[in-house]
């Protein structure tokens, strides 16, 4: 293994879902649905397939009709209008926009901002690009900014700061407050933000705000998006990034020698589902506030202290109450004993210790697997 990527283990995901096969536990680990997205994309991405013509490569940074149809919803979004050709880049699911973003845009011995608990492609992505990380925690109950550690983690060093909202794992929406922080400290070290929203859509509680749409953001933030968790297709891995040409121009650079281009029908499929009206998305809200409903309130009953998540498929709890060790312990036995698999957060903490009272769920499942899940860890645990 090179030695970028020595520290790194199999990502816990793929660890927990084939775990939770091997006990066949229900799984409410990796977030992934368990129910497929809308007849209307999937007959979309079959009419492309059948159509002929929409089977070779794309164009590089996207299908000219994605790139156009997502520059609308960006411009719904944030207010701001954007060059579909010029900054908007399609890529294989957000993950690689971020990867991109990072290869593009950061040098070695750059500092990179991320704030803890993060999503694990983060740490890997900039390790990759040989930059040093600086972390900022955020801390149950309420994963509140801690505005002076987020003042010192800031340097004439800092190249970028990433901004995931709202966040896996704990659910939190970031407030308007606390993202005109972040973008003020961005203006006063002339540093970049990368933010990945591909939960915005999942919002149960406040207002989501995005990030490029304060005061002067725009010309310096790399906005990420996906399919995935709005559209139920997380398999599909059509994502993008809007970002002013200048910036467009350096992730799109390593997105050509990453991976060139993005399966093509799917992206004609994408076109589609961005089309979808208001009610695709309140709907969707509805759908998930029961879920969410479900989950939280059984979580509860058993006893968890629960972080109600205002964003996100995720909910994260505190195991303590149950006497183990640490989170990885307390996600064996809910493996083995329970038959619930969930996401041990230490993953997600540069200290595991920071994360060894935490749990993560996935309720991206549906209602009767939720239902299922609660009455197991009533009987077991209760
Ligand atoms: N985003 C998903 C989660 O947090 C996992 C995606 C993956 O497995 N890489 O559960």
């Known amino acids: 293994v090179a030695k970028r990527l020595e520290q790194f283990k199999t990502t816990i995901f793929t660890e ?20 497929d997205g809308p007849d209307f994309v999937k007959n979309a991405a079959i009419e492309a397939i059948k159509d002929g013509g929409k089977n070779q490569y794309a164009r590089g940074f996207g299908v000219p009709q994605l790139n156009a149809a997502i520059a609308e919803s960006f411009k719904k979004e944030s207010g701001i209008t954007v060059n579909p050709d010029t900054e908007v880049t399609v890529t294989s ?40 990380i600086k972390t900022v925690t955020l801390r149950a109950p309420h994963f509140a900014v801690p505005e002076d550690e987020l003042r010192a983690a800031f340097s004439s060093k800092t190249r970028a700061i990433l901004v995931n909202t709202p966040h896996n794992p704990t659910g939190k929406v970031f407030s308007r407050k606390e993202l005109e922080l972040v973008a ?3 203006k006063e070290h002339d540093a970049l933000a990368f933010a990945d929203e591909v939960y915005n859509k999942l919002v149960f509680k406040g207002e989501h705000v995005s990030l490029a749409s304060l005061d002067g953001m725009y010309e310096r933030t790399v906005t990420m998006n996906s399919l995935g968790k709005t559209f139920s297709l997380t398999g599909w ?8 040409p200048h910036l467009t121009w350096g992730l799109r650079l390593a997105h050509s020698y990453l991976t060139f281009a993005t399966a093509t029908p799917f992206q004609w499929a994408a076109v589609e589902a961005l089309r979808a009206p208001d009610s695709f998305y309140t709907d969707l809200i509805k759908d998930y506030s029961l879920k969410r409903d479900i989950l939280v309130e059984g979580l509860k009953s058993v006893g968890f202290e629960v972080y109600e998540p205002e964003g996100t498929y995720f909910v994260m709890v505190d195991h ?5 060790e640490n989170d990885v312990a307390f996600c064996k036995y809910l493996i083995e004993e329970v038959g619930i698999a969930a996401i041990p957060p230490s993953v997600f903490y540069r200290n595991p210790e920071d994360g060894k009272n935490l749990i993560r769920f996935a309720f991206c499942k549906d209602e009767q697997t939720l239902r299922d899940a609660v009455e197991k860890l009533k009987s077991k645990l209760k």
């Open 237 to 244: 891995k059509i994502g993008w990034a809007v970002a002013p």
């Open 320 to 324: 303590t109450p149950f006497g183990f």
């Open 16 to 35: 927990i879902s084939i775990l939770a096969l091997k006990h066949k536990a229900i799984n409410l680990g990796q977030g992934f649905p368990n129910f």
């Open 184 to 186: 003020s400290l961005c």
């Open 93 to 132: 699911g957000c993950t690689e926009a971020i990867a991109a973003t990072m290869l593009g845009l950061v040098n070695p011995g750059d500092e990179v901002i991320l704030f803890e608990p993060f999503y694990d492609s983060y740490l890997a992505t900039v390790s990759m690009t040989g930059a040093t």
